[in-house]
Nanobody, 122 residues
Framework: QVLLAESGGGLVQAGGSLRLSCAAS????????MGWFRHTPEKGREFVSYVSGDGRYTYYSDAVKGRFTISRDNAKNTVTLQMTALQPEDTAVYYCAAGPLASTSLTAYDSWGQGTQVSVSS
């Protein structure tokens, strides 16, 4: 397992941008697929995006495709979620997660960060 810590959340107006970062500690970061999920009381925890261990493959939910970009820097043990054109429905607690396989399923990930709040006002 790896220890994960998110940062970069906050309050932004609709149409604005935020950049979330996730710092990982532990060995062999590049062997882990990294995912971003978000949680709201209404929808529970839902998939946002993932990136493969080597950074070659990315995937996005339909809700964020074209607005969010995931990337990773294996030399720095970090993964980033650049969020643009934010909307009130993007308001959630965002979590990064690490696992052996890139997947849209939260059960595929065995390490989770503590989450960071993103709030988008209309």
């Amino acid at each position: 397992q790896v220890l994960l810590a998110e940062s970069g959340g906050g309050l932004v107006q609709a149409g604005g941008s935020l950049r979330l970062s996730c710092a990982a500690s532990g060995r062999a970061f590049s062997t882990y697929a990294m995912g971003w999920f978000r949680h709201t009381p209404e929808k529970g925890r839902e998939f946002v995006s993932y990136v493969s261990g080597d950074g070659r493959y990315t995937y996005y939910s339909d809700a964020v495709k074209g607005r969010f970009t995931i990337s990773r820097d294996n030399a720095k043990n970090t993964v980033t979620l650049q969020m643009t054109a934010l909307q009130p429905e993007d308001t959630a607690v965002y979590y990064c997660a690490a696992g052996p396989l890139a997947s849209t399923s939260l059960t595929a990930y065995d390490s989770w960060g503590q989450g960071t709040q993103v709030s988008v006002s209309s």
